[in-house]
Every structure is written in structure tokens, then in C-alpha cells.
């Protein structure tokens, strides 16, 4: 998404747009950062592999139910997502999905439906 200034542009272009369909007030300057941004002391690499982690470990549980599931990812239910994860993902995952905190986090997969079009679901354990 920022590996060169045309795609940097296009990628805050696409957040600019998306964001202000759904703040009910008129934005400020949106501001993008990047690890380029790193100052020396790893903090914004720190803070990124947060995110890589999560991802992975979503990853790895997509997989399970692609596999449970034979491949109608977006038909899984609690019941489906019962099989066997890395103990690591196991750990991202309990925290990613845990909704009882103030700031709440949200897992969507988005997938092909059999006549060409998209949908949208929301994926959790």
C-alpha cells in the first residue's frame, strides 16, 4: 500500500474517501503513517508487528474454517470454529475477538458468493 508514492497517494485517497462516509462531521487532515517514519528507536516496527501478528494468527483460524468449511468461509458458526490452532494464534485470537474492553476490534472476511457477487461477514470464535 506505500511502497512508492503513486500507491502511498492511492491509499490515502481510498481512506480519505471511505473515512468520510462514515464521520458525521467534516474531517481535519488525515495523516498517514508509515515505519519509514522510524525515528531510530523501532517504535513505529514495534507497533506494526502488533498488527502483523494479529493478522497472522486471523490467518491461520481463515484457514481452519476454509478447511471445515469446504470453502464457505462465510457460512461458519461458533460450532464450525472448533478445530485445532497454534497455541500462539490461539492467545492473538482470544484477544483480537474479545469485545469487552472499550476499544472493540472487528474480524470480516470478505468472499465471492457462488453467482459472482461479494458479501460481507463478520468471522469471530
Known amino acids: 500500500m506505500f511502497e512508492s508514492p503513486n500507491k502511498s497517494e492511492d491509499t490515502r485517497r481510498v481512506i480519505s474517501t471511505f473515512s468520510s462516509m462514515y464521520v458525521k462531521w467534516k474531517p481535519g487532515r488525515l495523516g498517514i503513517g508509515t515505519t519509514k517514519l522510524d525515528e531510530g528507536d523501532r517504535f513505529e516496527e514495534d507497533m506494526s508487528a502488533i ?7 486471523f490467518c491461520e483460524y481463515l484457514g481452519m474454517l ?33 469485545n469487552s474492553h472499550a476499544l472493540k476490534r472487528l474480524a470480516l472476511v470478505f468472499d465471492r458468493r457462488p453467482d459472482g457477487k461479494f458479501r460481507i461477514n463478520r468471522v469471530g470464535i
Do not use: I
Open 51 to 57: 498488527a502483523d501478528l494479529a493478522v497472522g494468527a
Open 66 to 98: 476454509y478447511e471445515q468449511t469446504g470453502g464457505q468461509v462465510s457460512a461458519a458458526t461458533d460450532e464450525t470454529s472448533n478445530g485445532v490452532l497454534s497455541g500462539k494464534a490461539g492467545v492473538l485470537l482470544s484477544w483480537l475477538f474479545d
